[in-house]
């Protein structure tokens, strides 16, 4: 069985987890920014794993290494 201590930790705990969660975000509508500005930020994807995310025209190729 459970102690009033327990209880009360366990509570608290739940609270401020849902305050962090309910808190966190953007108020407001959300909507897709289509400035010229915009195009310029990283994207989730390159912001999660930048190295991966790399152009093959910004890595110089010899042209013994290009696919004919």
Do not use: D
Request: proline fraction near 15%; charge should be positive; aromatic fraction near 2%.
């Amino acid at each position: 069985m459970l102690r009033a201590p327990q209880i009360l930790v366990r509570t608290i705990a739940l609270a401020a987890s849902t305050a962090a969660l309910v808190g966190c975000g953007q108020r407001g509508p959300l909507y897709l920014p289509g400035a010229p500005e915009a195009r310029q930020r990283a994207t989730l994807p390159e912001t999660l794993s930048p190295v991966l995310m790399t152009t093959p025209a910004s890595t110089p190729t010899s042209p013994a290494s290009v696919p004919r």
